[in-house]
């Protein structure tokens, strides 16, 4: 039996974008059958909100969809604990920025959006933080778009 790969979502605070985005590739790698290949988490780069629960935004709209992020609790990655997860996928450029910052060597690390190819797309996942629930709403669609693709790679290329 192979070690689950260790996936991390990487936000800027951990209560939006990353702990949505880790439910929603769960759940999707659950439908698949794949749940026992992969072990999925969420942190933030920032240290604002260690300890604290998903914004309440996030949790409705998780909710909204048969989704439950009641138990998420905010945590950080630094560069103290990088080693613990194989890949991670940054949420926007600034994210990814500061995941190379800290040692994560870029094979390791992914956007959220790179696969798309809707043609001028920014591969930055927007931050709903300062909007309303129509930006929660806009994420949930754009990390479901991109589970299924996201799933099938990192299947292929760390199972080679």
């Given at each position: ?48 909100h260690i300890g604290g629960r998903a ?103 760390h199972l080679r």
């Amino acid at each position: 039996m192979h070690k689950p790969t260790r996936v991390l979502f990487v936000c800027l605070g951990n209560i939006c974008r990353s702990p949505l985005a880790e439910v929603i590739v769960s759940s999707q790698a659950e439908k698949k059958g794949l749940a026992e290949q992969f072990s999925f988490s969420s942190a933030g780069t920032g240290d604002w909100h260690i300890g604290g629960r998903a914004d309440p935004r996030s949790e409705q709209t998780a909710k909204q969809h048969g989704l439950d992020l009641s138990q998420h609790q905010a945590q950080q990655i630094t560069r103290n604990n990088i080693n613990l997860w194989d890949y991670f996928v940054a949420m926007d450029a600034d994210n990814h920025r500061n995941l190379l910052h800290m040692g994560v060597h870029p094979g390791r690390l992914l956007m959220m959006r790179q696969f798309e190819s809707a043609g001028e797309i920014s591969l930055n996942v927007p931050d709903p933080y300062y909007g309303g629930e129509d930006g929660f709403e806009d994420i949930y669609h754009i990390f479901c778009a991109n589970a299924d693709i996201l799933l099938r790679h990192l299947r292929n290329f760390h199972l080679r």
